[in-house]
């Protein structure tokens, strides 16, 4: 079992930058890839970055590509979403997912454990 926990989300106006974080626990964190995903109101749940269980692979969906950066810290079991240059239409609920065996995996299906979700408001 992996327990996944995010914060980091808030308001913010057009244009600003937010820091999400991940914390895990449980299971070895370094065995697992780990994945952005967001879902705003009646939308599918929609992958926006994706790293390696080594942090030497990255993917970023094009809607977010050159404003947001995944990376994660295997020591202190932590993955980070930087997202910078916000704009209202990445307003949504921000959840990190875990999955053992399918490395940069934009489908959720294919992610054994998800967080709670942290609300992300960008206001024009």
């Known amino acids: 079992q992996v327990h996944l926990a995010e914060s980091g989300g808030g308001l913010v106006q057009a244009g600003g930058s937010l820091r999400l974080s991940c914390a895990a626990s449980g299971r070895t964190f370094s065995d697992y890839h780990m994945g952005w995903f967001r879902q705003a109101p009646g939308k599918e749940r929609e992958a926006v970055s994706c790293i390696n269980s080594r942090g030497t692979s990255t993917y970023s969906a094009d809607s977010v590509k050159g404003r947001f950066t995944i990376s994660r810290d295997n020591g202190k079991n932590t993955v980070f979403l930087q997202m910078n240059s916000l704009k209202p239409e990445d307003t949504a609920v921000y959840y990190c997912?875990?999955?053992?065996?399918?490395?940069?995996?934009?489908?959720?299906?294919?992610?054994?454990?998800w967080g709670q979700g942290t609300q992300v408001t960008v206001s024009s």
């Open positions: 997912g875990a999955t053992r065996y399918w490395p940069m995996s934009t489908r959720a299906d294919q992610y054994d454990y």
